[in-house]
Nanobody, 126 residues
């Protein structure tokens, strides 16, 4: 089992940057695929990015590719989401999550993730 706590959200102007962190408890962090999702008001939760157990492979939603970078430090254990060139449409609550199964289609499905953080609000003003 793993517990996840996000931090780093806040208010930023369009074009700015933020780095989200997700600290994990437990000694099995390195055995999980980690993902970031987001949910805007009135919308469904959507996939943002995922990273393999070693950190060697990453996947991104088309909407954030080239602007966001997911990374992890298994020694800490923490997963990060560096967000740059932020747009108003990036405004949402951002969640980190842990999954046991790796695969291109699998990691994009929220139902594949067993553990979730409480979320952190990101607001981008235009």
């Amino acid at each position: 089992q793993v517990q996840l706590v996000e931090s780093g959200g806040g208010l930023v102007q369009a074009g700015g940057s933020l780095r989200l962190s997700c600290a994990a408890s437990g000694r099995t962090f390195s055995s999980y695929i980690m993902g970031w999702f987001r949910q805007a008001p009135g919308k469904e939760r959507e996939f943002v990015a995922a990273i393999s157990r070693s950190g060697g492979t990453t996947y991104y939603a088309d909407s954030v590719k080239g602007r966001f970078t997911i990374s992890r430090d298994n020694a800490k254990p923490t997963v990060y989401l560096q967000m740059t060139s932020l747009k108003s449409e990036d405004t949402a609550v951002y969640y980190c999550a842990a999954a046991a199964t790796w695969g291109v289609s699998v990691v994009k499905r929220s139902s594949e993730y067993s553990y979730w953080g409480q979320g952190t609000q990101v607001t981008v003003s235009s």
